[in-house]
Nanobody
Framework: QVTLVESGGGSVQAGGSLRLSCATS????????VGWFRQAPGKEREFVAS????????YYADSLKGRFTISRDSARNTMYLQMNSLKPEDTAVYYC?????????????????WGQGTQVTVSS
């Protein structure tokens, strides 16, 4: 069992930055892949980014490359999502997720555990 708790969401103006954190507990952090998803109002949840066990492999949604950076700190059992140059269309609830299998993935069914989400609101 893995528990994930997101934090760091909030309101920011367009062009600003936020760093989301996802604190994990349960199984050894270094044994699972973690990722971020988001769900905007009226839309389906979508993949944002994923990072491998070792942190050496990352994968991003094409539309977010260059603005978002995913990282993990095994000493703190925490994953991060640095979001820069935020746009109003980035407004969404952001979720972190953990995957017990090997390899980064972009689909929701590939992830086994989910956090409750944190709201990010970007105003123009």
């Amino acid at each position: 069992q893995v528990t994930l708790v997101e934090s760091g969401g909030g309101s920011v103006q367009a062009g600003g930055s936020l760093r989301l954190s996802c604190a994990t507990s349960g199984r050894t952090f270094s044994t699972y892949v973690v990722g971020w998803f988001r769900q905007a109002p009226g839309k389906e949840r979508e993949f944002v980014a994923s990072i491998s066990w070792t942190g050496r492999t990352t994968y991003y949604a094409d539309s977010l490359k260059g603005r978002f950076t995913i990282s993990r700190d095994s000493a703190r059992n925490t994953m991060y999502l640095q979001m820069n140059s935020l746009k109003p269309e980035d407004t969404a609830v952001y979720y972190c997720a953990a995957r017990m299998g090997v390899g980064v993935r972009t689909q929701e069914p590939d992830y086994d555990y989910w956090g409750q989400g944190t709201q990010v609101t970007v105003s123009s």
